[in-house]
């Protein structure tokens, strides 16, 4: 039998694998990133015909994304950047936005991994406090045109520094 595979909706199907031997009925297929794809096997009887391509199955990614509530800018090289708690996967890109309590604008990024260390768009660390984050999360999946938008918003506590 053939292993057919495509990795989102819009893709057309390739050959992944030719399995010989009746007695073979697993297939594995280790993915470097995500989980998302669609599977179909066709049959190749012992003339060589092959068949139509079985039922489709498809698998989705299931993102995860958890942001912490506190962080200790001081230099110590214990927790001293914001950044999401360990395990995340499947975050393509965020738009991470972090207000002080006046709602200015202190922080922003793109990257996943956030990474602030505390300091303001003018380079000077922030005073101890609460901040307030939006945080847009973009996760790709089957069907690229309906990429996942997941909105997280909450607080941050700064302690530990000036």
Not at 10 to 26: I, K, P, R, Y
Not at 46 to 58: D, M, Q, R, Y
Not at 66 to 88: A, C, H, I
Request: with cysteine.
């Amino acid at each position: 039998y053939r292993v057919w595979y495509k990795a989102n909706t819009d893709d057309v199907f390739v050959l992944l694998s030719t399995v010989t031997g009746a007695e073979n009925t697993q297939f594995t297929h280790e993915l470097i990133e995500g989980l998302a794809g669609c599977y179909a096997v066709s049959a190749i009887d012992v003339e060589g015909i092959e068949s139509a391509l079985s039922n489709v199955i498809c698998v989705d990614n299931c993102p995860e994304y958890l942001l912490p509530n506190t962080f200790t800018p001081n230099g110590d090289g214990d927790n001293d950047v914001f950044k999401p708690l360990p395990g995340w996967r499947f975050v393509d890109q965020v738009d991470m936005q972090i207000f002080n309590r006046w709602g200015n604008l202190v922080f922003k990024t793109q990257d996943p991994a956030i990474s602030w260390n505390g300091t303001a768009s003018n380079g000077k660390r922030v005073s101890d406090g609460t901040y307030y984050y939006i945080c847009k999360v973009f996760a790709s999946g089957l069907a690229p045109a309906q990429t996942a938008t997941v909105t997280l918003s909450g607080w941050i506590e700064i302690l530990g520094g000036e």
